[in-house]
């Protein structure tokens, strides 16, 4: 069902300071910014590899408010790893096969994610406490 | 500097009820596992994708006792996301290129991770929050 490891999502306060923390420090580039009023975000995708049916990223993740989920999770664990997400080729047919093994899903249908992507986050009670995503990268599509 | 994204570290309870939580959700496979003392810790690799000098892996790890640093997380946080863990070529050269940068080492000298490789910790605190591992693995030395 993966293809890749397509990203880590990373929660931070200051998305221009982690930005250049990670392009200082490891030399890793920006190659995607996006606002997602849907998830409350501000964020950035640093490229770390390509892979089977698109890349593997960070992504730095910017609350747009502190009552959003990811405001919230910051005022609860600060900054650090936020979630998981694995490549897949049909977001469609994996959540399918998902729901089927009892795991909850909290997007039943895919939704907009970064670059183009269709995105659809699991239930982290039902993946051992890891909120965990599937990207349908755009190009596979 | 970065190759692929290594794995994800993910800290449970009971690795083995883990493991068999991914292998039935989501077709992964278990492709080693070990008992890292010094490390303190039980572990599984789950296998994701192939990448340039080494592969993509879901790292299971259990505690082998409540003293240590992953029994302690548990302890704080619960299950769930522990690490993320990125495939140099070299880790000596890399730790040399981000000691530079300011960052702190945990490991100012590689030690033995999963499966043959070399592996070195970051501090957390200089690198937003989030545990950082470097791994060089076995056939890429």
């Known amino acids: 069902m993966f293809l890749r ?8 306060h200051d998305l221009e300071k982690t930005i250049a ?6 030399g890793v580039t920006v190659v995607a910014r996006e606002v997602n009023e849907e998830q409350g975000v501000r964020e950035a995708m640093l490229h770390v590899a390509d892979g089977e049916g698109g890349g593997s ?3 730095l993740i910017e609350p747009l408010g502190p009552d959003t989920p990811v405001g919230k999770f910051l005022a609860k664990r600060g900054e650090g790893l936020h979630h998981v997400a694995y490549g897949v080729s049909d977001v469609r047919g994996a959540l399918t096969e ?5 795991v909850r899903l ?5 939704r907009h994610g970064s670059m183009g992507s ?3 986050f699991l ?3 039902d993946v051992g406490g890891v ?3 599937l990207v349908q990268a755009r190009q596979a599509e």
Chains 1, 2 share one sequence.
């Open 57 to 59: 990223y960070i992504q």
């Open 106 to 110: 909290i997007d039943k249908n895919p």
């Open 98 to 102: 998902i729901a089927a093994t009892g």
């Open 131 to 133: 909120l965990t995503e």
């Open 5 to 12: 490891i397509d990203h880590v999502g990373i929660a931070c």
């Open 118 to 120: 269709s995105i659809a």
């Open 123 to 125: 239930h982290p009670k």
């Open 21 to 26: 923390l990670y392009e200082s420090t490891f």
